[in-house]
């Protein structure tokens, strides 16, 4: 750091080298105080124009830098660990290579932790305007009433940081305190993906608070094809059997799809020879789609676009894809759930 004022927070930011990383950093730098703080952005650049454009970034202000650096597991989680330590501020802020920062960002986060007791805190994922319509809609259904609980770390709104439970952190916006985070030893690599939430549960079971800070979002550029989608959404129900495999306190309500999923085999597969069965089936499926109809109209209602009646198949799309991770996860435990390293998602 060229200045001899403490720094109160060091940012890092995991790559897989996509451009939209220097969008990420030039929101960050329209932050009030952004100079005092540390900025290392971790991973290899394979783009050229992209390393020359992060490299011009770095020459013109030494509060970032880049660490080129690649691992062949836990990817992520190691690129965080290490940028981690090649800095000393109190706070530790953890952000995905592809957000938008508002310049509000950094005051209200920094704000959080003149509590002592807070040791972890979190802000919203919020949707881009300037985004494709699959996209849109990817990011509005993790938000819609759907998501369950989940939707509440997409959502704004709200006056003041509030007390949450280990799950209602995001990874791609989240904050540490610098002490804590060493006492757990960083993320683990061997639990990625979904490091960010074995952390955040075992920094709860130390008796620190956790706040959820509705004025700090980050806007997050959702998948952009159903493929990237279904992906994702099928490693969020991996991710959640493997932490109830790993010791974490099991939430039933994230289980629900994987119920559902069970359900429609069971009776599907029962209705051949059974008519109880198939009224059963073709009740349950009315009833769902009543629901999931009544969810798309709330958000219709809100954006007031018409083609946000899309969701009323993304929303099924999203639970079929979260159910088939929990069963996959359940009887092919441990698969590979990584990106392919090099290789920006879609």
């Given at each position: ?9 060091a ?7 996509r451009?939209i990383?220097l969008?990420?950093?030039?929101s960050?730098l ?13 991973g290899v650049i394979p783009?050229?124009?992209v ?19 690649r691992?062949e597991?836990g990817d992520?989680s190691l690129k965080r660990?290490?940028?981690a ?8 802020a953890?952000?995905?290579d592809d957000?938008?920062v508002?310049?509000t960002w950094l005051?209200a ?5 003149d509590?002592p007791s807070?040791?972890?805190?979190s802000g919203?994922?919020l949707?881009?305007d300037?985004?494709p319509?699959?996209a849109?809609l990817?990011g509005m259904?993790?938000s819609?009433?759907a998501a369950?609980?989940v939707?509440?770390r997409y ?5 003041e ?6 799950s209602?952190?995001?990874g791609?916006?989240?904050l540490?305190?610098?002490c804590v985070?060493?006492?757990?030893g960083g ?6 993906p979904?490091?960010e939430?074995?952390?955040s ?7 620190y ?11 997050h550029?959702?998948k952009?094809t159903f493929r990237?989608?279904?992906?994702q959404?099928?490693r969020y129900?991996?991710?959640?059997i493997?932490l109830i495999?790993?010791g974490?306190?099991v939430e ?9 999923l069970?359900?429609?085999v069971v009776?599907g597969a ?6 109880w069965a198939w009224?059963?089936?073709?009740l ?5 789609a009543m ?6 109209l709330?958000?219709?209602r809100?954006?007031r676009?018409?083609?946000d009646?899309?969701l009323?198949?993304?929303q099924p799309f999203?639970?079929l894809s979260y159910?088939?991770g929990?069963?996959?996860?359940l ?6 759930l990584?990106d ?7």
């Open positions: 750091m060229s200045s001899s004022v403490p720094s109160p927070l940012i890092v930011i995991p790559t897989m080298g451009s990383l969008r990420t950093l030039d960050l329209l932050n009030p105080g952004i100079e005092r703080c540390e900025i290392v952005v971790v783009d050229q124009e390393a020359q454009a992060l490299a011009r970034k770095v020459t013109a202000h030494p509060f970032i830098r880049h660490l080129s650096i691992y597991k992520a660990n290490t940028g330590a090649e800095t000393c501020a109190p706070i530790l953890f952000l995905d957000v938008h508002p310049p005051d986060m920094c704000r959080c932790f509590d807070v040791a972890l805190v919203p994922s949707v881009p300037d985004i319509p699959l849109r990817a259904a993790l819609s009433r369950g609980d939707s509440l959502l704004g709104g709200g006056d940081p509030r007390a949450i439970k280990w209602g952190i995001i791609c916006n989240m540490f305190r610098r985070f060493e006492q757990l993320f683990d690599p061997e639990f990625y979904g490091e939430m074995k952390a549960y075992l920094t709860s079971r130390m008796g608070q956790l706040l959820f800070n509705p004025k700090a979002p980050v806007y550029y959702p952009q990237g989608f279904w992906r959404i099928y129900g991996a991710t959640r493997r495999r790993a974490v306190e039933w309500g994230p289980l629900v799809p994987g119920v559902w069970l359900s429609l009776l029962a209705s051949v020879v059974s008519d009224r059963l089936l073709v349950e499926l009315a009833l769902y629901v999931i109809v009544w969810f798309t709330e958000v219709v809100q954006t676009r018409a083609i009646l899309l009323v198949f993304m999203m639970h159910g088939v929990i069963w996959t996860e009887f092919r435990p441990d698969k590979d990584s392919q390293l090099g290789k920006p998602t879609d």
